[in-house]
Structures are given as structure tokens and as C-alpha cells.
């Protein structure tokens, strides 16, 4: 296959920055170069330096001079809910069951599964996300056209067919064994198909009987390897509901942990009210509390406590990501946008170092897929992102003053959107201009 080689200033992470002097933290090349073969980074650093090694007929790129990243990784959305998307209610549970569980009920169509994956890849790639944890109905219909849709497009994904049995519209409802036999069917069809992951995925204990929660419990002892994800500690109503069906249980986590369900691949949504003990045995399980800024303000559920929980004597391990459609933007600059406005409200402060850390290499780590996504590393797959800090003439106007690398990623993330990315690569293939 021909080499590609895309010029342009590089940006990409080796660990978590300190803060806005922390230079280590980060690999910079003003006039750098990527070398992709076969989906993969061969070569990477400083453009006279790997040019030399790309064969006479390498196909060049250069997007001087924009900035290339690694790409956008999005650890919770819910692919069905691209038509719920700004929709008006007074709080999560309104939500839900208002206009979330009645479109939902539509993906028992394989024509209409099939149309909203076509819509929803779109969207991913023409906001440089690149990978994304997705929650798919609880019709098998659905994770097949959104795995045979990654499949098509050569994306790393990972996804699951929600398990659903109580408190739901009866088109939304599995029972016990069919959400064991059907997630079981999933993983059989599509983990570890090219870049496919299944996710083990209880919606949340309040649509799950305690007899889908042993069915859940048994699939993570089958399939230990698989990520599981669920939702947590959203809406202080969903709290009281769900203990009120758990009586049994210390806390929310309780429950999860009861299932076997606490672990270093467990993703849970939201978290912003968690007790200083569920914060513990999260820490201690090694699970990942994933922030939802746009969702948590859309919905009025609170403030997500990203800094506190970092900082812990037992630190929460963190993820950010938009939750569509509660949340109300695809892109991950407006997500750090209001990561970091939740932040200010808190006193606390997110500095844009910290915000490109978290949507590239801090969610694989958290996903455990760093050694493949989230950095410009040699081996990596060619998953990448170019942007443009001068995409409108507003954000032009400020870019004439803005003179470090710092102040250059907050005015990204402060006014950019789709418009801001130049490209985005899929496994070295440009996909944002093939739509």
C-alpha cells in the first residue's frame, strides 16, 4: 500500500500535564511529520527528519499550518438519539421517557437503525472524533447496523445493545435471558471484527430487574476483557428511584458492585453525585466516571466534580464525552468548552492543556486503548485530526493576537466546532472530505 505523509505542526500527548508550563508532558514539532502505512504511524517527528524515509511515490499532504492531532475520542453517546437532540424537558427523567424511550422504540427497524448509523458516522468524523463509546437501543437490530457502519468505515468503536427489562415502553423492553442470548449473539458477530469492540451494556439499574443484573454479572465473568457501561449518579431523583428498587444496596455504586459490575473497564455516565464512599470503591475498582458537561447543564443534573475527584487520596479515574442526545453538541471542543465553564462555577480551573489531554490520550487511557488511539506514536493506528484555529473570520480576528501553543488550543476550543476541523484520518485515510 503507498505511503502518506502529512506535514504540519504536531501535537500530541505522553502523559497528564501539570499544568500550562508542563512542556514534558507533550510532544511538539512546529514543522512536523507524520509517515502512515497500512492504517498505522511508522514514522513521526520533525518533518527533515522522517521525509527522508517516505518512499519516491509517498503521497504528501501538507496542512501547513494547521495543527495535527491525534484523534477525538468520545466515551459516552447514545447512537439512537441523533432526533432527540435538543429536546425541551425539565429534567432527566422527563427526558426519558418524553421523547428518548419513544425514538428509541423506532430502531426495531433495521431500514431506520441503518439510515441514523449512516447520520451518526457522518457527524463523528465531520467533528474529528475518531473512536466513541456508544450505547445502541435494546434491539439487536441496532448494534448490527452501528457495527456493520464502523466496520464499513475501517473506525475503532466500541458499543453495545442496552439491556432493558422494567420501566420502559414495552417496545424498549428485553427480558433476562434475551439480553444475555442477544448481547451474547453481538459479541459472537462483532468484537474483535476488524476494529470492533462489544460493550457489555445494563442501560442503568433503574430499567433493570435484579434477574437482568445476575444475566449482566454472568457476561462479565464470560467475557472479562469486554468494557461494560452503564450509567451512575446522574439526577438526584434517578438516585432516590434507584435505591428506592435496590433497598437492599449501601448506595447507587452498591448496586453495581453487588453485580460484579465494579471494574477497571467499567465506564459509568455522569457521576456527579457521588457519596466519598462510592468515590472510593470506584477508585479502588479502577472504573472511570465519565463527565457529560453538556448534558449535565442541558438537563439541569449538576456540576460534575472533575477536579475534586482527580485530586482525591484515592483518585477517580476520569473520561469526557458529549452523550448524545442529552448533550447538545457532537464536538469535543464545545465539550471542553463547558467542561471548563462547569469547572469555573466550582472554582476550579481547567486549563487547556488538561482539556486536549482528556479527549485524546487521558480517554484511551481510560478506556485502556492507549497502546492504539490517542497519541501520534510510532505503531498507533492513523487515527488523526487536523485543525484550523483561524476557521471563521472571528476566530481569525483572535488568532492574530494569540502567541503561545496554550492560548492557540483555548481559542479552539472556546469557538470552535465542525468548522474549525480541516480533516479527519481514519486508519490514514482522509474521511471528512469523503462525506
Given at each position: 500500500m503507498t505511503h502518506t505523509l502529512l506535514r504540519g505542526r504536531l501535537l500530541s500527548f505522553l502523559r497528564a500535564p501539570q499544568d500550562l508550563s508542563d512542556s514534558g508532558s507533550y510532544l511538539y514539532e512546529s514543522d512536523g511529520a507524520l509517515l502512515i502505512k497500512d492504517g498505522l504511524i511508522v514514522a513521526c517527528g520533525a518533518y527533515d527528519k522522517v521525509s527522508p524515509h517516505a518512499p519516491a511515490d509517498a503521497v504528501t499532504v501538507d496542512h501547513r499550518p494547521h495543527l495535527i492531532m491525534p484523534g477525538f475520542i468520545d466515551m459516552h453517546l447514545h447512537f439512537p438519539q441523533m432526533q432527540v437532540i435538543a429536546s425541551y424537558a425539565a429534567n432527566l427523567l422527563e427526558w426519558l421517557n418524553t421523547y428518548t424511550f419513544p425514538e428509541e422504540c423506532r430502531f426495531v427497524e433495521s431500514d431506520h437503525a441503518q439510515r441514523i448509523a449512516t447520520h451518526f458516522y457522518d457527524e463523528l468524523v465531520?467533528?474529528?472524533?475518531?473512536?466513541?463509546?456508544?450505547?445502541?437501543?435494546?434491539?439487536?437490530?441496532?448494534?448490527?447496523?452501528?457495527?456493520?457502519?464502523?466496520?464499513?468505515?475501517?473506525?475503532?468503536?466500541?458499543?453495545?445493545?442496552?439491556?432493558?427489562?422494567?420501566?420502559a415502553p414495552q417496545g424498549l423492553l428485553d427480558t433476562p435471558q434475551m439480553g444475555y442470548d442477544e448481547t451474547r449473539q453481538i459479541i459472537a458477530d462483532w468484537h474483535g471484527k476488524a476494529r470492533c469492540h462489544v460493550a457489555i451494556t445494563p442501560r442503568f439499574a433503574i430499567t433493570s430487574t435484579p434477574a437482568q443484573m445476575e444475566a449482566t454479572q454472568a457476561l462479565a465473568r464470560e467475557f472479562p476483557d469486554l468494557h461494560i457501561q452503564t450509567h451512575l449518579s446522574e439526577n438526584h431523583d434517578e438516585i432516590k428511584f434507584t435505591c428506592e428498587l435496590y433497598p437492599e444496596a449501601i448506595d447507587y455504586t452498591d448496586i453495581y458492585a453487588r453485580y460484579g459490575l465494579l471494574g477497571d473497564k467499567t465506564l459509568f455516565g455522569h457521576c456527579i453525585h457521588l457519596s466519598d464512599r462510592e468515590a472510593d470503591a470506584m477508585s479502588e475498582a479502577g472504573s472511570v466516571a465519565v463527565h457529560c458537561p453538556t448534558s449535565n447543564l442541558f438537563l439541569g443534573s449538576g456540576l460534575f466534580p472533575l477536579k475534586a475527584l482527580a485530586r482525591r487520596e484515592k483518585p477517580v479515574r476520569i473520561g469526557v464525552a458529549t452523550d448524545i442526545g442529552g448533550g447538545s453538541s457532537y464536538s469535543m471542543l464545545r465539550t471542553m468548552d463547558e467542561a471548563y465553564k462547569i469547572q469555573q462555577l466550582l472554582g476550579e480551573r481547567l486549563n487547556p492543556l488538561?482539556?486536549?489531554?482528556?479527549?485524546?490520550?487521558?480517554?484511551?487511557r481510560s478506556l485502556s486503548l492507549a497502546d492504539r488511539i490517542g497519541t501520534l506514536d510510532v505503531g498507533s493506528d492513523a487515527d488523526i485530526v487536523v485543525l484550523n484555529a483561524a476557521a471563521t473570520p472571528a476566530m481569525a480576528l483572535k488568532m492574530e493576537v494569540v502567541k503561545t501553543l496554550p492560548e492557540e488550543l483555548f481559542l479552539l476550543q472556546t469557538m470552535g466546532d465542525d468548522r474549525a476541523i480541516v480533516e479527519t484520518y481514519v486508519a490514514g485515510v482522509a474521511a471528512k472530505s469523503a462525506i
Open positions: 465531520r467533528h474529528g472524533t475518531t473512536t466513541a463509546v456508544a450505547y445502541c437501543s435494546v434491539h439487536k437490530t441496532s448494534a448490527d447496523a452501528f457495527f456493520a457502519e464502523a466496520l464499513r468505515r475501517s473506525m475503532r468503536m466500541i458499543g453495545g445493545k442496552v439491556m432493558m427489562d422494567r420501566n488538561e482539556s486536549y489531554y482528556h479527549i485524546t490520550l487521558g480517554n484511551a
